[in-house]
């Protein structure tokens, strides 16, 4: 059956049939004010229309939003956080365009089309985006907590810290979330040559490979420490965007880059797989501070990934 919602990922999760067809462009055209006017759908066409009168779709979709933001209240009880976390907008249909900072640039950056290096996605979205380096620290309660509270993020590992349990992170991608590469050793690679850094990087895009079958797109160096010979080793082997941070939470406090030491639209945060042994608190300590601080100043915890082209074409 085609309809015009039968891409809506929201349609697919609510199940089949013809009353979801409704309630999907109910859904559509109640969407939060985040869909712009023409990517709203027209009336569907057909006799399935008919066997779901819309005052009973509007109702069950009531029912359904009511019972979600009950259970993200109570979830967010259940973790202790002072706060219950904001749902993001709709992923952006149109990407933005990804450029790196200013005084972020290596020669050549843009003429030889090496990974953008950035720290905010331009939007107007109210979202900042969540990032978890490292891997020393495989905390299952963090991964409970995650689920529980429907939060979305990205991971950037490091060989020598995940490769003792391969087993967590799978369980991590299988949630939903993306790993990426933050090389195999976790070295400072400015100033290094060129094939050692090629070697640190490419050789983490082969190790993902085998062990969670995806070469990432995304790669950040450790301590945010690059030069070209970074980025073009990057690029050779399937990395598309260098991501670093404008803003770090630790356990008990946060590190702002901007001046005005506060979040903005798009920023991308970074945190780390760290627990007791490293700092004076859990994972589920460290997101309690992420989250309450993030809702507090009335932002959405949404998906990087959900802001970037694929830019796959890119390979041919
Ligand atoms: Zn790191």
């Not at 349609?11 to 559509?28: D, E, H, I, M, N």
């Not at 070697?199 to 160096?221: A, N, S, Y």
């Not at 080793?233 to 946060?254: K, L, T």
Request: with cysteine; proline share 8%.
């Amino acid at each position: 059956m085609i309809t015009v919602v039968q891409n809506d990922k929201k349609g697919a999760k609510w199940g089949s049939g013809p009353r979801v067809l409704v309630l999907a462009l109910v859904a559509a055209v109640l969407a939060a004010g985040c869909s712009r006017p023409d990517a709203v759908p027209g009336p569907a066409q057909g006799p399935q229309l008919y066997l779901a009168p819309p005052a009973q779709a509007l109702q069950d979709y009531a029912d359904r939003l009511r019972a979600a933001t009950t259970a993200r209240a109570a979830a967010a009880r259940r973790w202790g956080l002072q706060r219950v976390p904001l749902p993001p907008p709709a992923p952006p249909a149109d990407k933005p365009r990804i450029r790196t900072r200013p005084g972020f640039e290596v020669q050549h950056h843009e003429d030889w089309d090496l990974p953008p290096v950035f720290t905010t996605v331009p939007t107007r979205d109210k979202v900042v985006f969540l990032t978890i380096d490292d891997g020393a620290e495989k905390d299952p309660a963090f991964l409970r907590m995650m689920k529980d509270l429907k939060i979305p993020y990205s991971t950037f590992l490091s060989d020598y810290l995940v490769r003792d349990d391969y087993d967590y992170f799978r369980a991590v991608q299988d949630s939903g979330v993306t790993l990426n590469n933050h090389t195999l050793h976790h070295r400072y690679l400015r100033g290094r040559p060129y094939e050692e850094q090629e070697r640190e990087i490419c050789g983490m895009q082969d190790v993902m490979e085998r062990e969670f079958g995806t070469r990432p797109r995304l790669f950040r160096p450790p301590y945010g420490a690059y030069d070209q010979n970074t980025l073009r080793a990057a690029r050779s082997c399937g990395i598309r965007y260098a991501p670093i941070w404008n803003a770090e939470v630790f356990v008990d406090h946060w590190e702002f880059r901007e001046a005005d030491q506060r979040l903005h639209p798009g920023d991308i945060v970074l945190t780390h797989f760290r627990g007791r042994r490293e700092w004076n608190g859990t994972m589920v300590d460290d997101m309690r501070r992420f989250l309450d601080h993030v809702t507090a100043h009335g932002f959405a915890v949404a998906r990087l990934e959900d802001y970037l082209e694929d830019r796959l074409e890119d390979d041919a």
